[in-house]
């Protein structure tokens, strides 16, 4: 199984997937792993701005891809089984997957997820996560829609959740893809198949039900009107 091969650890950053970027144009080596403990500005999906507090743990894997192209699409997906992989390791909470990224207890959302690739030398994969840890509180409009491991009821440290990503991230970001397993553990722990959700186009909504995994893509297949596709990108919601 792979291994992180260094850690760099920071108080506070701009953003981590900055630092690891410049590191990796550097020469640092796959299985880099830059940590910090607050972000000035953090990036989320759709360059969204991601609340990165003092309380969480702020990460980013460098990521030198040497599979097939089209495997490279699962490492996003990859990358929310470490986290959920060791949050349950650690404290044993229940974690699911709101496709593509979001790692939730219950109905909020515990960890986000930004990947990045760049690839116009050497193909370079950037995979950053923030996990919210010890945090006894959110701002007021992230209250109904954010957790941590702390406001769940578990007593655990960033360093004791960090032993136990260091390991996941081995598995599952640095080690031969296991195609099948990924598709498998990303359907057991999506929080959307089986249901009628929106989906999210910068263009704008559309209604349909979530019915599966893809194998090749790990992209979400739904149904619309009898017909499905596959999506690789957007975002989706459920309805309730």
């Given at each position: 199984?792979?291994?992180?091969?260094?850690?760099?650890?920071?108080?506070?950053?701009?953003?981590?997937?900055?630092?690891?970027?410049?590191?990796?144009?550097?020469?640092?080596?796959?299985?880099?792993?830059?940590?910090?403990?607050?972000?000035?500005?953090?990036?989320?999906?759709?360059?969204?701005?991601?609340?990165?507090?003092?309380?969480?743990?702020?990460?980013?894997?460098?990521?030198?891809?040497?599979?097939?192209?089209?495997?490279?699409?699962?490492?996003?997906?990859?990358?929310?089984?470490?986290?959920?992989?060791?949050?349950?390791?650690?404290?044993?909470?229940?974690?699911?997957?709101?496709?593509?990224?979001?790692?939730?207890?219950?109905?909020?959302?515990?960890?986000?997820?930004?990947?990045?690739?760049?690839?116009?030398?050497?193909?370079?994969?950037?995979?950053?996560?923030?996990?919210?840890?010890?945090?006894?509180?959110?701002?007021?409009?992230?209250?109904?829609?954010?957790?941590?491991?702390?406001?769940?009821?578990?007593?655990?440290?960033?360093?004791?959740?960090?032993?136990?990503?260091?390991?996941?991230?081995?598995?599952?970001?640095?080690?031969?893809?296991?195609?099948?397993?990924?598709?498998?553990?990303?359907?057991?722990?999506?929080?959307?198949?089986?249901k009628e959700v929106t989906l999210i186009f910068p263009?704008?909504?559309?209604?349909?039900?979530?019915?599966?995994?893809?194998?090749?893509?790990?992209?979400?297949?739904?149904?619309?009107?009898?017909?499905?596709?596959?999506?690789?990108?957007?975002?989706?919601?459920?309805?309730?």
């Amino acid at each position: 199984m792979g291994q992180v091969s260094s850690i760099f650890q920071y108080g506070t950053v701009d953003s981590t997937n900055t630092v690891a970027l410049s590191l990796a144009r550097g020469g640092a080596p796959s299985g880099t792993l830059v940590t910090a403990t607050a972000q000035t500005a953090g990036r989320g999906r759709e360059g969204r701005v991601f609340h990165s507090a003092p309380g969480g743990i702020y990460t980013t894997l460098i990521v030198r891809p040497t599979g097939a192209p089209e495997e490279w699409m699962l490492l996003t997906s990859c990358a929310g089984l470490a986290v959920c992989d060791a949050i349950e390791s650690c404290c044993g909470a229940k974690t699911l997957i709101k496709w593509p990224n979001d790692v939730r207890i219950g109905t909020k959302k515990v960890c986000g997820i930004l990947v990045e690739g760049f690839f116009d030398q050497e193909p370079i994969i950037l995979s950053g996560t923030g996990v919210n840890v010890e945090q006894e509180f959110f701002p007021e409009h992230l209250e109904d829609v954010a957790t941590s491991l702390r406001l769940e009821g578990y007593d655990v440290t960033i360093n004791e959740f960090l032993s136990h990503f260091t390991v996941a991230l081995g598995k599952w970001m640095l080690s031969p893809l296991d195609r099948h397993e990924t598709v498998e553990q990303l359907r057991r722990r999506s929080c959307v198949l089986g249901k009628e959700v929106t989906l999210i186009f910068p263009t704008g909504q559309e209604e349909a039900r979530a019915v599966d995994i893809d194998e090749q893509t790990g992209g979400l297949v739904v149904e619309q009107g009898g017909v499905r596709r596959v999506l690789t990108s957007g975002e989706v919601s459920l309805r309730f």
